[in-house]
């Protein structure tokens, strides 16, 4: 089995499935980071905010978050958050899912994750209990914010603009006379690299930073003005059709997000 987030001298680094718990006490973030090992992500209290290469996700403590080892993460948790990081080694059985996504976990999954934390199981009875516990991980449905970013120097010029500051207001023809390039041609520059508009692609710019806000417990309606919506019913009703939930979901955690070490285990990741 591989070694999995121990130390290399304790008999315990050859488990197939090693389970960390956090008690966040104050809001915390990891930054971009990796695993050599399939990393499952389950609350039983509050929710988390990952970010991957293809998204923003918010997880509820129902379900779980499948990361496939070596995909590139970062994680957001508010305070008073109770979750759990189970690595599993990727040749112990068939994942669940393939890619990074949903993955219900029932009570009884939690209990055997919960169980396979004690260090004096018989290795055949851990054996058998950690290809259980994957099997009974079932695909389930997250939304998620897809940002691809415009390749286009000049339009990739305006995107981290708008990320800069998700409220700014300029239209595409304003933009023109910034980047030197006309609103038609800037249209189908964010069409041919995004798959979107520039109005869809910047509502998404300002759904991805809402969600960071509102996990930083940021009241709803203060949101709604920093990123650049007139009215909150106006954001709520975005929030919605994006994500299948209202923004208020999110409005449960206190405090600014501090940069945390990595757990043992963690790869730090270059995105430069």
């Not at 500051?165 to 910034?178: F, H, I, K, S, Y």
């Not at 709803?220 to 929030?239: D, E, H």
């Amino acid at each position: 089995m591989s070694q999995i987030g121990q130390n290399p001298d304790d008999p315990v680094a050859w488990f197939g499935v090693v389970t960390n718990a956090f008690d966040v006490v104050r809001d915390e973030e990891w930054d971009w980071h990796w695993h050599e090992q399939h990393e499952l992500l389950w609350g039983t209290r509050g929710s988390l905010v990952v970010e991957c290469r293809d998204g923003v996700r918010a997880v509820p403590w129902s379900v779980g978050l499948w990361i496939p080892a070596g995909e590139p993460h970062r994680v957001m948790a508010g305070s008073g958050t109770q979750f759990s990081c189970t690595y599993l080694a990727p040749e112990l059985c068939e994942p669940p899912r393939a890619d990074v996504g949903a993955v219900g976990v029932t009570p009884a999954v939690r209990a055997l994750l919960s169980e396979l934390r004690l260090r004096d199981l018989d290795p055949e009875t851990r054996a058998l209990a950690e290809r259980v516990a994957v099997r009974m991980l079932d695909v389930a449905d997250l939304p998620r914010l897809d940002l691809p970013l415009p390749v286009d120097d000049r339009t990739r010029r305006i995107a981290d603009a708008v990320l800069a500051d998700p409220a700014d207001v300029r239209t595409l023809e304003q933009w023109g006379a910034v980047v030197g390039a006309s609103e038609r041609n800037l249209s189908r520059l964010f069409r041919r690299d995004t798959g979107m508009s520039f109005a869809d692609w910047r509502t998404r710019a300002r759904l991805r930073a809402a969600v960071e806000l509102l996990a930083m417990d940021q009241p709803v309606a203060v949101v709604a003005r920093r990123i650049g919506y007139g009215t909150t019913s106006a954001f709520v009703q975005a929030f919605r059709r994006e994500l299948g939930i209202t923004p208020g979901t999110f409005a449960n955690a206190g405090g600014r997000f501090t940069p945390v070490a990595h757990p043992i285990g963690h790869r730090p990741q270059d995105i430069s």
